[in-house]
């Protein structure tokens, strides 16, 4: 039983992960552009915003990046550079120890702000707070793994999570295996992780993709309401530039 589950969370799982993560992408882009945003509420307690923002945007920028160059690279690249496990290790505890602890300032300010202004609890999705903490939890782990790799500085753990990765996104067969006996936090971490990549397309998190060319191809719109709050017929834009002068009435939209 216990095999079964290992496989199923660290065999199959991944893959229902990366295909929900690709395609809801894809399709919420296609479908959804108009909620393709972060969400802004910089307009309340925005000293908090920005110095949390930072932190948070920093810290987990180096860590994306070192999880991505860390896990995927492949091992031989590091031997041909004479970059030992060993040295990989430490260097991965330091820069993600540094940048974690950013991190986690930068969460905890955005937390604190999201969940204890009133204002802006009431202007906040489930989606906003759940991934939050999400996050947050995450980030906890992963820090939680930095006294548990001292035990094992050779960076024999680190291979062991390498191939995994490595081999679940060249479909080889039975890598879960690999990890079956690693420490319990670690796994934990990992199934975090992939989940992230499950929930992604449903979040805000989607304004990660975006760049400022990506607006340039979307149409914008405008709301325009009257003060009893009726609206009226839409107005496509091609209608608006070729009769300029018939705009909808107080309480129409204008797309």
């Known amino acids: ?42 307009l309340l307690r925005r000293r908090q915003l920005i110095w949390g923002s930072n932190f948070f945007h920093v810290g987990i920028l180096i860590i994306f990046v070192g999880h991505l160059v860390g896990l995927l690279t492949p ?22 120890g540094v940048a974690g602890l950013m991190c986690l300032v930068g969460i905890a300010l955005l ?25 947050f939890a995450q980030l906890l782990l992963g820090l939680a793994t930095i006294p548990v790799s001292f035990s094992h ?17 060249t ?12 420490n319990p936090v670690f796994k934990l971490h990992l199934f975090l992780g992939m989940t992230i990549f499950l ?3 449903f979040t805000r998190l989607v304004h990660i993709w975006s760049a400022p060319v990506w607006y340039l191809g979307r149409r914008g719109y405008q709301v325009v309401r009257s003060r009893g709050g009726a609206r009226g017929p839409a ?10 002068a018939q705009w909808p009435k107080p309480g129409g939209i204008r797309q």
């Open 1 to 42: 039983m216990r095999d079964f589950l290992n496989h199923a969370i660290y065999g199959w799982y991944p893959y229902l992960c990366l295909t929900v993560f690709v395609v809801g992408s894809i399709l919420r882009f296609d479908y959804d552009q108009y909620s393709w945003r972060s969400g802004s509420s910089q």
């Open 111 to 135: 937390t604190h702000r999201r969940l204890f202004d009133p204002r802006i609890r009431r202007n906040s999705s489930f989606g906003d707070i759940f991934i939050l903490l999400l996050l």
């Open 235 to 244: 107005v496509q834009p091609s209608t608006v530039a070729a009769r300029p």
């Open 75 to 96: 091992i031989w690249i590091f031997d041909w550079l004479g970059i030992g496990h060993g040295f990989k290790q430490a260097l991965a505890i330091v820069v993600g």
């Open 171 to 182: 479909l080889q067969p039975g890598v879960s295996a690999l990890i079956a006996d690693v």
């Open 153 to 169: 500085l050779d960076g024999g753990e680190m291979v062991k999570f390498m191939t995994w990765a490595q081999g679940i996104l």
């Open 199 to 201: 929930v992604f397309p």
